[in-house]
């Protein structure tokens, strides 16, 4: 079992920064990726950004240059660096813990606000 926990959202004007933590407890020595998705009222939720245990990071096209995946030292803590926001950048993130088993567990998401 891994329980997560995330924070970090808020509301922002365009052209601003926010940084989303997500820290994982529990079975955390079975984690291979860690990722950050978003679903915006009535889309579909999609991949933000995603990190390997080894540190091999991928992005959605929409955040390349912008948003930064990143891993805390005691690799139990995803980070998101949001920057040069835009207004389609608001959605509800959420962490995503993908284990070796090929069990995935969620966090329950916080919202980022994207004010034009």
């Known amino acids: 079992q891994v329980q997560l926990v995330e924070s970090g959202g808020g509301l922002v004007q365009a052209g601003g920064s926010l940084r989303l933590s997500c820290v994982a407890s529990?079975?955390?020595?079975?984690?291979?990726?860690m990722s950050w998705y978003r679903q915006a009222p009535g889309k579909q939720r999609e991949l933000v950004a995603a990190i390997t245990s080894g540190g091999s990071t991928s992005y959605a096209d929409s955040v390349k240059g912008r948003f930064t995946i990143s891993r805390g030292n005691a690799k139990n803590t995803v980070y998101l660096q949001m920057n040069s926001l835009k207004p389609e950048d608001t959605a509800v993130y959420y962490c995503?813990?993908?284990?070796?088993?090929?069990?995935?567990?969620w966090g329950q998401g916080t919202q980022v606000t994207v004010s034009s």
């Open positions: 529990g079975n955390i020595f079975s984690v291979n990726v």
């Open positions: 995503k813990v993908a284990l070796w088993s090929g069990v995935d567990y």
